[in-house]
């Protein structure tokens, strides 16, 4: 059995510099424990920011990449009877995804269907669940509402606009390329328009009088003002991220005379104050919907664990519609 790992031992500014695939021997399974096969995992932005050192939340080295993927149960330790050899599960949060094989505490796991497309599953666990909550954890939405989000081609955006369909909530997706418009309109944003200074015109001109009360932003700098120009009076803008690697901006226009309030949403943090039965029913909706084929996303390129520089060299890159993944049986 070939063990290989994606590892780390420092961080640097060129995140597809600081990692390597690397050999390791079968570990010896303690009692409670299993033993996985990575079946797939992907490469979040947040992944890349980890290897930079940009991220608020960064693990101790030396440490294997990867926060999130699926993987199928293949040993056993002692008094471990559930799960089965042979089960698809969740693999932990944070647990080094980037891998051949790996530990996990048995109890730990979260069984998921075997007829489900692992690369699909592998992706479960960060953007659906972001995209369901910032749907519906700051603003009492109504069928019939309209929500804006920029970034609107990334993993977090394709699915809000799945999750908003299906809730019936109309999406302004905005991009910050030409070429992203036609993917965007193609996983079913309503209305799909370019990042530029006349944001706010063109919405209008769009959706007339209604109103946006839930604006929600990923790219930071001046792109957060221009998604709060527009909103209604007294409505919510979400940050969640900062892809334009700058401080949120918010004119005094948007403060003070429109009300509007900016927060902020951190998935990690969500983990960390929300009961397991409540995560569980979070995470059994989405399994559904991806299981009946109404929640998807789109993948990009995979690659085999060997070819790890690879697959963060590419997940690094701004000009993709889709996903990176490591399947580490082999990619293409």
């Known amino acids: 059995m070939k063990l290989i790992k994606a590892q780390y031992d420092i961080r640097g500014p060129v995140p597809q510099d600081v990692i390597h695939p690397v050999a390791f021997e079968k570990p010896t399974l303690a009692a409670g424990q299993v033993l996985l096969e990575v079946l797939a995992a992907p490469i979040n932005p947040s992944d890349v920011l980890t290897l930079t050192g940009d991220y608020g939340m960064l693990p101790p080295l030396p440490a294997v990449g990867g926060n999130e993927g699926v993987g199928r149960v293949i040993e056993l330790g002692p008094d471990v009877r559930h799960p089965v050899i042979g089960q698809v599960v969740l693999l932990p949060v944070g647990s080094g995804t980037w891998t051949t094989h790996m530990v996990a505490e048995a109890k730990a796991l979260i069984p998921l269907p075997d007829d489900v497309d692992p690369k699909q599953l592998a992706m479960i666990t960060v953007n659906p669940p972001t995209a369901s909550l910032l749907l519906t954890e700051f603003v009492d939405l109504h069928v019939g509402d309209w929500v804006i989000q920029n970034a609107a081609n990334s993993g977090v955006g394709s699915y809000l606009i799945q999750l908003a369909k299906v809730r019936g909530f109309r999406t302004i997706n905005v991009v910050r390329r030409e070429s992203a418009v036609a993917g965007v309109r193609k996983q079913g944003g ?50 969640y991220g900062r892809m334009s690697g700058e401080p949120c901006q918010l004119s005094s226009m ?65 000009e993709r519609d889709g996903k990176i993944l490591i399947v580490p049986r082999g990619g293409v």
Request: aromatic share 6%; net charge neutral.
């Open 190 to 239: 309503d209305l799909v328009l370019v990042d530029g200074p006349d944001l706010r015109k063109r919405v209008r001109d769009q959706i007339g009088k209604a109103e946006v009360r839930l604006g929600i932003d990923a790219v930071a700098g001046a792109a957060t003002d221009r998604l709060a120009s527009c909103l209604a009076p007294g409505a919510t803008l979400v940050n």
């Open 254 to 318: 948007a403060l003070i005379f429109n009300q509007i309030r900016l927060t902020g949403f951190w998935l990690a943090h969500w983990f960390r104050t929300t009961s397991q039965p409540e995560q569980m029913a979070v995470f059994s909706d989405l399994t559904r919907l991806m299981a009946s084929g109404t929640l998807h996303a789109p993948i990009h390129a995979t690659y085999a664990i060997e070819d790890i520089q690879k697959a963060v060299a590419a997940a690094a890159q701004g």
